[in-house]
């Protein structure tokens, strides 16, 4: 029996990662759950997983959550504040924890579970993208296991040959990582409306259902970006073995391209309980609710290369890579801000760009050797993009 924690529970990889566990009563146990603003569905969760704690990241609604976990009767101990969501990713007796916060809010507890020494589902992107060399080196120190979630890291992981060295792609024949991406809802648009997309037209991914962070990000195509960063962080990768395709269908979701002409795709419905029932069961297999691939359905399968007119934050987050970890961390700063103004209708969509271009551009590259660097050089950029947000709007 292995007992998880999962952060973020409440979210899109949250619910359905306990979708997965409600499956396997005789594999998984929830030891903890974790939550923010959603404490009636949290505290419902609670109940049906049955697990022995809830953490609520949001400290304004601590009371109101007892009061719930009250009425509904609730066994589990309910706490609150960050201190404790990092008690619940590092306690001995967790064996998995799901790293499903979304954005810099998950650095921490995701830290706190790497130091541990814990088996790491890393759903939260925007850590590594933060902190990569700190969090790769924190991960080898505690002997952590890094598995990743985001779908496209998942695939690369299972084309990767399972004896290759971290940092060393060539040395096992590897010639391109060919990350995948669908070009989200606005692949086709005409450029010219672009400054008239609306949040919820943004948040309507044509392949996937995830929460509205990711799926602005996936409609600018800086999710591709900040997966491009990931990709580097998590398989030793520098940027020239990376290559993004677009494939609108996101049936095929990522691919591994070696010397010898082979190519090796992992491909599957677009369904997150696949990579998240990868990740706990790993290095064997389970049954994770998601129908087959049915391949004489399968219409269209097409690819081409990314625009940079149409998708220019895939572009500067590739040069932020490119730059070194102090550009990357201030660019999801300046993103998480710009995405943030952009769904509270603050600024216009195509001023994303402008944010997240502007930030930078007004920022100098710093060296980068501590967490404690990374959430000055954190605050600094979100500072500088909030003040950019209140020129333009
Ligand atoms: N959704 C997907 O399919 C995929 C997601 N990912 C990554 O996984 C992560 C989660 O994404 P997703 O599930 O879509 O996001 P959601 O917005 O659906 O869920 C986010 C979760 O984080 C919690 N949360 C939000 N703010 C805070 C905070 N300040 N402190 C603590 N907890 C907080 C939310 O709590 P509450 O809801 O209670 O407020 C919720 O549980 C992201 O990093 C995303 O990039 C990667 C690949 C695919
Ligand atoms: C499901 C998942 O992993 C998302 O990150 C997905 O990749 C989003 O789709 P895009 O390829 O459109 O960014
Ligand atoms: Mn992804």
Redesign the pocket.
Known sequence: MQTVTV????????CNTLDVIARHPDKYRVFAI??????E??LQQAKACACRYVVI??ESRFQHAKHIAEELNIQAEILCGERY?NDVASAPEVDIVMA????A??LNPTLAAVNAGKRVLL????SLVMSGALFIQAANESNAEILP???EHNAIFQCLPSHAEYGDLQGVGISQILLTGSGGPFRDRPLETFSTISPDEACAHPN???????SV?SATMM?KG?EFIEACWLFGAKAEDITVVLHPQSTIHSMVQYVDGSVIAQMGNPD?RTPIAHGLAYPERIDAGVAALDFSRLADFTFSTPCETRFPNLYLAIEACQAGQSRTTQLNAANEIAVEAFLNERIRFDQIETINKETLQRLEPTEICSLQQVLEEDRNARDMAEKIVREIS
């Open positions: 952060l973020g529970a409440t979210g899109s990889i949250g974790t939550g923010n603003s959603q404490i569905k949290l990241a949001d969501m499903a916060i979304v954005g809010a998950g759903a939260n992107k925007e979630i985001d779908s996937w259902s995830m929460g509205r962070k990711i990000d999710n900040l997150m």
